[in-house]
């Protein structure tokens, strides 16, 4: 069970998408989440490893203390955690499936404060899927940080979602250094 605001965004994107495999960023209307845009993201993906941010949230901004466009979201993520979440990432786009990431925001001096963040694939003018719409939701207090900007957020479990829908072999566990990827 996801936060609201996360499973929200999810059915949003799953309407959108009708019988496409995924829905194309033109679908997307911001307008029908306003409520959500300050927690809203749009990155990109021009190659493998190479996924920057186009639009995000003035929540982002404020976390990270910082403009994210243009910087690549892999680079927010714990090093030891890049490898998991790419591979994670490559799989949730070409099975046009979302992702959720259970994360943990690290600030220096204080305790981490868990968050959910969500992965979405859209499909460019092209119609390749190249980018994703997401959330960053916190699942606890974020007070905690003491107002200090994450300097880096850490996995703690990643769930792809739809898989049973698939055809074919299905994936039971994937893991990677012990921890759960797929």
Not at 63 to 76: G, M
Not at 124 to 131: A, F, Q, S
Not at 140 to 156: D, F, K, Q, S, W
Request: hydrophobic share 40%; aromatic share 6%.
């Amino acid at each position: 069970m996801f936060h609201p605001s996360t499973q929200r965004l999810i059915d949003y994107w799953r309407d959108r998408k009708g019988d496409a495999p995924a829905p194309a960023r033109a679908d997307i209307d911001p307008g029908d989440f306003t409520d959500l845009l300050p927690q809203v993201f749009i990155a990109g993906r021009e190659k493998l490893g190479r996924m920057p941010f186009r639009l995000t949230g003035g929540f982002l901004t404020d976390l990270h203390a910082r403009d994210l466009r243009n910087e690549d979201l892999l680079s927010l993520w714990a090093l030891s955690h890049r490898l998991e979440l790419k591979s994670s990432l490559e799989i949730a786009r070409r099975r046009c499936q979302p992702i959720v990431v259970t994360a943990d925001i690290r600030a220096q001096g204080v305790p981490s404060v868990g968050m959910e963040v969500m992965f979405a694939p859209l499909r460019g003018v092209n119609g390749e899927t190249d980018r994703f719409l997401g959330i960053y939701q916190p699942i606890a207090i974020m007070a905690r940080l003491e107002g200090r900007p994450a300097y880096e957020l850490g996995v703690r479990q990643i769930q792809s979602l739809g898989l049973a829908d698939q055809e074919g072999p299905q994936l039971r566990l994937a893991t990677l250094d012990g921890r759960r990827i797929a």
